[in-house]
């Protein structure tokens, strides 16, 4: 929720409770797009295995590891669905483990994220601190992102850290601070690893029994070679390069780029890229936030705030570099 400033300066009490209302079809539909893209792609590549239709699985893949990622976000938040324990269950077996993080550890972190972006306290801080940063830095962390080199990083952080609740540098997850008793460690790697052997076990021998165990091959190829790029353009879209790291005010910490249909399919998928309005009122579900977008635009929210809205993901890459 907006801090220092009235949401009702804007919106009225019947349109927050309209807009933060979830829907079990919308919600559902979120992730057959997902899945079907996934599943759609892979079918075109086994009927006509060729270089053009393996890029075009890759680049599938990682924007949709990126769809996960955001129906991850949204199931944490329990707005994605009406029904609560759709956003834990869906959230958590079919988002979440296939992008290697559990929904109770991505609620918990993502919790603290809300309550102090921008401080110290911030688990994203080390994501955004930095930028802008000179063009060939940049050009240098894109190097480390197509070359696997940011992902084995985060997988080895997400491996490491994340999966066991161990505090450490959990890289695309942030810093991990908070102590924790070996026991809580033991019981979290128990039930991490077993769901994510389960999950990823039972891919590998579906797609082994019909022949084609080289998707899921494919699928880590995105992982690491892919997915870090666009995770990195997220991370920057949504709060680097803003007027302050940490502020009461949501509209100098976080930005809301408007994105054209290819930008979508590379770095927006299921309104993610609407970020200020979803740190204005974050239990509205992203399928709402492009209308909560218009109706804020035209009141008047983001006068005199012109970094807090970006038009297409180029300007976001330049505003991330400086001369």
């Given at each position: ?27 559902t ?11 759609g792609?892979?079918v ?15 680049w ?21 669905f009406?029904?609560p ?8 077996w ?31 801080l ?10 060939q ?15 084995l ?5 997400l ?23 070996r026991?809580e ?26 022949g ?12 690491l ?9 997220r ?17 100098d ?21 609407y ?10 579900p992203?399928?709402?936030l ?11 929210f983001?006068?005199h ?12 890459i330049?505003k991330?570099?400086?001369a």
């Amino acid at each position: 929720m907006i801090i220092g400033m009235k949401i009702t300066n804007f919106l009225s009490a019947e349109e927050q409770k309209e807009l933060r209302t979830g829907s079990n079809f919308r919600g559902t539909m979120g992730f057959i797009v997902s899945w079907g893209m996934i599943a759609g792609v892979s079918v075109l590549y086994v009927l006509f295995p060729n270089i053009a239709t393996l890029l075009l699985l890759l680049w599938i893949f990682s924007n949709r590891q990126m769809g996960l990622g955001v129906l991850l976000h949204e199931c944490a938040h329990r707005s994605w669905f009406r029904t609560p324990w759709l956003n834990d269950v869906a959230g958590h077996w079919f988002a979440g483990m296939w992008v290697l993080v559990p929904l109770p550890f991505y609620r918990k972190y993502h919790f603290i994220h809300h309550t102090r972006t921008g401080t110290l306290d911030d688990p994203d801080l080390d994501n955004i601190k930095s930028y802008p940063v000179t063009r060939q830095s940049f050009r240098r962390k894109m190097w480390r992102d197509f070359t696997g080199r940011s992902g084995l990083k985060s997988f080895i952080g997400l491996m490491l850290y994340v999966n066991t609740g161990r505090p450490g540098n959990a890289i695309s997850m942030g810093v991990q601070k908070q102590e924790v008793s070996r026991e809580e460690v033991v019981h979290a790697t128990l039930v991490n690893y077993s769901q994510l052997l389960l999950v990823h076990g039972s891919a590998a021998m579906l797609l082994g029994y019909f022949g084609h165990l080289e998707l899921l091959l494919w699928w880590w190829v995105a992982f690491l070679f892919g997915y870090p790029f666009i995770l990195r353009i997220r991370q920057i879209a949504e709060h680097a390069a803003m007027p302050a790291l940490a502020s009461e005010d949501v509209r100098d910490t976080t930005r809301t780029t408007i994105a054209r249909w290819w930008e979508r399919l590379i770095f927006a998928p299921h309104g993610v890229n609407y970020h200020c309005e979803h740190h204005a009122l974050p239990t509205v579900p992203g399928y709402h936030l492009p209308r909560m977008h218009q109706l804020l635009k035209q009141r008047g929210f983001y006068q005199h705030h012109p970094d807090a809205l970006v038009n297409g993901y180029p300007d976001v890459i330049r505003k991330a570099m400086s001369a």
